[in-house]
């Protein structure tokens, strides 16, 4: 069993920059991958980044590349995202999540965190 929980999230102005941090409790944490989702209003959850569980494999969705980092810390049970350049349309409740490989579909993951709100005013 991996808890997850997620924080970080604030209102800050576009253009700005956050990190958010997913903490885990549990075994094994440094065995799962973690991903970062997203659900604006009115939206479905979405994709966001994903990390294996060294750290050397990372992926990105196209509307985040370039600005978000997502990292890992396995000596802490901490997974980051460190978003830059944030904008009105990043707005959303951030969740992670824990699963076995790293995957931008949302049924690879098994456990997941309450999620942290962001809002991001123009």
């Known amino acids: 069993q991996v808890l997850l929980v997620e924080s970080g999230g604030g209102l800050v102005q576009a253009g700005a920059s956050l990190r958010l941090s997913c903490e885990a409790s549990?075994?094994?944490?440094?065995?799962?991958?973690v991903g970062w989702f997203r659900q604006g209003p009115g939206k479905e959850r979405e994709f966001v980044a994903t990390?294996?569980?060294?750290?050397?494999?990372?992926y990105y969705s196209h509307s985040v590349k370039g600005r978000f980092t997502i990292s890992r810390d396995n000596a802490k049970n901490t997974v980051y995202l460190q978003m830059n350049s944030l904008q009105p349309e990043d707005t959303a409740v951030y969740y992670c999540?824990?699963?076995?490989?790293?995957?931008?579909?949302?049924?690879?993951?098994?456990?997941w965190g309450q999620g942290t709100q962001v809002t991001v005013s123009s």
């Open positions: 999540a824990a699963g076995s490989r790293p995957t931008e579909m949302t049924n690879g993951y098994n456990y």
């Open positions: 549990g075994r094994s944490f440094y065995n799962y991958a």
């Open positions: 990390i294996n569980w060294g750290g050397g494999i990372t």
